[in-house]
């Protein structure tokens, strides 16, 4: 008598590997700490970013789209790991954590870039309206604009562009770190 087949579909999956604790403890370490950063960061360079009314498309729109991507990733990452789903899902959790912020940590560093690009442009331009003599009429005065490319950004625009710059900086660290972390995780 032949022996009764196994089913390759059960015995080709491992079972899931992930180092970090699953439920409310992943708060408690610091990997679970730098992703509720990054999400908090993350979604404070996306505000910011929007409520300067994005007056750099070009440039801002990668902000954006970064910034919305990795706000929601992670906090994917984040409910998968609360939950406790991330369990349930046979993969290689530590690898795919290291990838992830690897990901992230290149597409933010260029947002990072990016966004200080677009505040810099500035170079310390300020616009102004000035009425013409003898006239009811205005006209926009542009002073010291330094470099050949520059942007025409209004006081308030500045200050949260700059606020977004300094964010996205701190963002760009919090996955470097992460990354650094996960890789160490991956490698024990």
């Avoid at 370490?29 to 960061?41: D, M, R």
């Avoid at 200080?116 to 442009?121: G, L, P, W």
């Avoid at 562009?161 to 770190?177: D, E, P, Q, R, S």
Wanted: charged share 10%; aromatic share 12%; hydrophobic share 50%.
């Amino acid at each position: 008598m032949s022996e009764p087949a196994t089913n390759p579909a059960a015995t080709s999956f491992p079972a899931p590997t992930i180092s970090l604790p699953l439920g409310l403890e992943v708060l408690r370490t610091y990997s679970g700490a730098l992703v509720c950063l990054e999400i908090i960061f993350g979604g404070l360079v996306w505000i910011l970013v929007a409520s300067s009314n994005v007056p750099v498309p070009l440039l801002q729109g990668w902000v954006m789209f970064v910034s919305l991507t990795t706000f929601f990733l992670s906090s994917a990452y984040l409910t998968l790991l609360i939950t406790g789903l991330a369990d349930r899902i046979n993969t290689d959790w530590n690898a795919l954590d290291v990838v992830y912020h690897f990901v992230a940590l290149l597409f933010y560093f260029g947002a990072f870039v990016l966004e200080a690009a677009t505040t810099a442009a500035n170079g310390g331009a300020h616009a102004m309206f000035k009425p013409l003599p003898n006239s009811t009429d205005t006209m926009l005065c542009i002073t010291h604009p330094r470099g050949n490319i520059f942007t025409v950004l209004s006081g308030n625009q500045y200050s949260i562009n700059v606020a977004a710059t300094i964010f996205a900086f701190v963002v760009t660290l919090c996955y470097g770190c992460s990354m650094v972390m996960g890789f160490k995780r991956w490698r024990l």
